[in-house]
């Protein structure tokens, strides 16, 4: 397990599934963790009693990340709990499937708004309470940034998200940040769930043309992140690194 003694780490979006799976992992690789989520406080604060539980350091925080002000005291709590940072997670999206002829004006901005203004939100802020030894930024793209059927809105999302993480990476270099992102194959979460994929065709031909034959799960993911967060990955910056078990 990668080393995070003494780090404090940002998780946003960290009420369920890979978020509170990075959350905890970090947790274990020795960080102080910042829980963020935007209306699940019940499933926010089950998250900080499990990593309290296994002896670790943890709150629970409120924040749109679409909100400049909400942002802002997001760091602000994450300074006053814990004094300083050392790993931000942008993990906060939202998603939704829907034919071209279904896609509203108010679907794009809402997950505009959120999966690619709020990691740039998110990043800017925390550029003011990274310490001298510099950071790691770890931003969440999707093998859907390629572009997927019925997806278009979301898949553009994930492109920028892309894209911004090899712009900031060459532009924060120089102050010792490291910008990097994971983009996951289909991970079985809460969400994945409730829209009826998890047992659905479309599961099985996911499943069907993955080498490793089976769905991910939010560990797996977790274990990358807590990878890219140490040292163990200082030399890596700009890299987009699939998680999806071999699924193209």
């Known amino acids: 397990m990668s080393d995070l003694k003494g780090k404090v780490a940002v998780v946003t979006g960290a009420s369920k599934g890979i978020g509170a799976a990075i959350a905890k992992g970090l947790s274990a690789a020795g960080a102080a963790v910042v829980v963020n989520y935007s209306s699940s406080k019940e499933g926010a604060d089950r998250v900080v009693a499990d990593i309290k539980s296994r002896g670790g350091k943890a709150i629970a925080v409120k924040c749109d990340v679409a909100k400049t002000g909400d942002v802002g005291q997001l760091f602000d709590e994450t300074k006053k709990a814990f004094g300083t940072l050392d ?55 999707s093998i859907a940034s390629a572009g997927v059927a019925e997806a278009a809105v979301y898949s553009g999302t994930k492109g920028a998200v892309d894209a911004i993480t090899r712009g900031l990476a060459a532009e924060l270099g120089p102050r010792k940040i490291r910008v990097n992102a994971i983009a996951p194959g ?63």
């Open 87 to 141: 790993v931000l997670v942008n993990n906060a999206g939202v998603y939704k499937f829907a034919p071209l002829e279904e896609i509203t004006e108010d679907e794009f901005y809402h997950e505009f708004s959120i999966n690619v203004l709020g990691t740039i939100l998110a990043t800017k802020e925390a550029l003011k309470h990274f310490g001298p030894n510099g950071g790691s930024v770890i931003n969440m793209s």
């Open 186 to 248: 289909g991970v079985e979460t809460e969400g994945m769930h409730s829209a009826g994929i998890i047992g659905s065709d479309f599961e099985k031909a996911m499943i069907a043309g993955t080498p490793l034959g089976r769905f991910g799960q939010p560990d797996d993911i977790a274990r990358i992140a807590v990878f890219l967060a140490s040292d163990d990955s200082a030399w890596l910056t700009g890299e987009r690194l699939t998680a999806s078990g071999g699924y193209r």
